[in-house]
C-alpha cells in the first residue's frame, strides 16, 4: 500500500478516514476522488497531517474516463471505496441518485481497477458497506456474522447490498484482490448534520424540535468513527483478501435513548437556554417508511484475527461530538445557510 484513492474522501467517515491514514502512516500517499455533492466538502479536510502527502481530485465515480486517468496519474494501488449516497431517508425521497452512485459507481470503479490492475500483485479494492443490508432483526436475534444472509429493505440498504454483491462477483470471476467492512451506524466530528446524532446536537443547541420517527424505540448499534477508521486500516494492512469483517461500537440503544443522552450533554453545556432542560424538545413524528427495527453486528472475527478493539464507549463519544460540535460553529453555518439543507429539512420534516 503506497499510493492509496480514497473515493468519498470528502465525506463525513472518507474525511476522518484520509486524517487517519496520513496521522498513521508516513509511507502513503493519499488521493481523494470525490464529487463534492451536498455531502461532501473540502472543509472536511481541512489540517490533515502531513499534507504534502494528499491529493484531491474532484470526480464522479461514475465517470470511466476521470477513474481510468486518477488511477493511472497516481499510480493507484490500493482503492478504499466510501463514495456514496448515504442517507436512508434521501433514498425514500429520491432513490434514483442511489442506483447511480452507488451501484453504477461501484461498478464503474470496478471496472476500472480490473483494467489498471490487470496481473498486478500487491492491490486492493475495499469497499465499504453497511449493516443495513441484513435487514430488520427481532430483539431476542443474535448478532449477525459475516455469513449471514442479505435482506435489504430500504433503496439505500438495496443499492449498498447491490454494489456489495458486485464486488464480491469481481473477486470471484476476476481474481481483484477484495476486501469489505459493514460497518453500524457512525457518529463523530464531520457528520453531515442531517443524520439522527448531529441533527439532535444542532436542534438541540438551536431550542429546535428533535424530531423522534415513531415511538423512537428503533434500536441501532453505535459505532465512532475513529474505530472505524482504525479498523478499515487494520483490513488493509491484515486483513484477508476476499474476506469480508463487521465493524460495531458494541453497544443497544433505543433512539430515544441516544437522543436523552445527547439531551443531558446538552443540558450541561448550554444550562441557562431557556429551552432546558433539552428533553423539552423531543417531538415524536411519522414514522419512517419501512423501518428497520434493530441492527447488532457480531464483530468477533475482526478482534481475533486482526486484534481490533474499539477505544471509545458510546458515552464518552457522544459527549467528545457534542464538544466537537459546539466548537465548529462556522463549518455548521455554512451547512444550515445552504440551499440544500433548507430544502433537505422542510421536505423531510415540514409535513411529518
Ligand atoms: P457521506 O454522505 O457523509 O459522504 C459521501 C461522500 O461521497 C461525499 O463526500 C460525497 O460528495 C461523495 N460522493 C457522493 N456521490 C459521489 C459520486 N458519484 N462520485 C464521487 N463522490 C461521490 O457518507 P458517509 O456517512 O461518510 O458514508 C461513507 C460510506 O460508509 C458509504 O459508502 C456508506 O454507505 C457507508 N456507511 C456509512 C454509515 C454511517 O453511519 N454514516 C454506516 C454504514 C456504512
Ligand atoms: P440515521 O442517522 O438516518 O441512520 P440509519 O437510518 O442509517 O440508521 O437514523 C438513525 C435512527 O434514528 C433511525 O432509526 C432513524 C432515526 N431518526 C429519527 O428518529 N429522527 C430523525 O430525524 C432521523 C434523521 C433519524
Known amino acids: 500500500m503506497q499510493h492509496v484513492l480514497v473515493t468519498g474522501g470528502a465525506g463525513f467517515i472518507g474525511s476522518n478516514f484520509v486524517r487517519h491514514l496520513l496521522g498513521a502512516r508516513e509511507d502513503v500517499q493519499v488521493v481523494t476522488y470525490d464529487l463534492l455533492t451536498y455531502a461532501g466538502s473540502l472543509e472536511n479536510l481541512r489540517d490533515l497531517p502531513r499534507p504534502e502527502r494528499h491529493r484531491f481530485v474532484k470526480g464522479d465515480v461514475c465517470d470511466r474516463a476521470a477513474v481510468d486517468a486518477v488511477l493511472a496519474d497516481h499510480a ?165 483478501p476476499g474476506e469480508t469483517y463487521h465493524v460495531g461500537g458494541g453497544n443497544q440503544p433505543t433512539n430515544l435513548e441516544v437522543v436523552e443522552a445527547i439531551c443531558q450533554l446538552l443540558d450541561v453545556r448550554y444550562p441557562d437556554a431557556p429551552h432546558a432542560p433539552h428533553r423539552s424538545l423531543v417531538t415524536h413524528v411519522t414514522d419512517r417508511p419501512g423501518h428497520d427495527r434493530r441492527y447488532d453486528l457480531d464483530c468477533t472475527k475482526l478482534e481475533r484475527e486482526l486484534g481490533w478493539h474499539r477505544r471509545h464507549g458510546l458515552a464518552d463519544g457522544l459527549a467528545a461530538t457534542v464538544a466537537w460540535y459546539a466548537q465548529s460553529g462556522a463549518w455548521l453555518a455554512a451547512i444550515r445557510d445552504s440551499d440544500d439543507y433548507r430544502r433537505w429539512i422542510a421536505l423531510n420534516y415540514g409535513a411529518r
Open 76 to 240: 493507484i494501488d490500493t482503492i478504499v471505496h466510501f463514495a456514496a449516497e448515504s442517507h436512508v431517508d434521501r433514498s425514500i425521497a429520491a432513490p434514483g441518485e442511489f442506483i447511480r452512485t452507488n451501484v453504477t459507481g461501484t461498478f464503474t470503479l470496478l471496472e476500472a481497477a480490473r483494467a489498471a490492475w490487470r496481473g498486478r500483485d500487491g492491490v486492493r479494492f475495499h469497499h465499504v458497506s453497511t449493516d443495513e443490508v441484513y435487514g430488520s432483526l427481532a430483539p431476542d436475534d443474535p448478532p449477525v456474522v459475516e455469513s449471514a444472509a442479505y435482506a435489504p429493505r430500504s433503496p439505500y440498504a438495496a443499492s449498498k447490498a447491490a454494489s456489495d454483491h458486485l464486488v464480491r462477483a469481481y473477486a470471484t470471476t476476476y481474481g481483484l484482490e477484495v476486501t469489505i467492512s459493514n460497518c453500524s451506524n457512525n457518529y463523530g466530528p464531520y457528520q453531515f448534520p442531517e443524520k439522527l446524532v448531529p441533527l439532535m446536537i444542532v436542534n438541540g443547541a438551536l431550542g429546535k424540535p428533535l424530531p423522534v420517527y415513531g415511538d423512537g424505540k428503533q434500536v441501532r448499534d453505535w459505532l465512532h468513527v475513529e474505530d472505524h477508521c482504525a479498523a478499515i486500516l487494520a483490513i488493509l494492512e491484515r486483513g484477508r
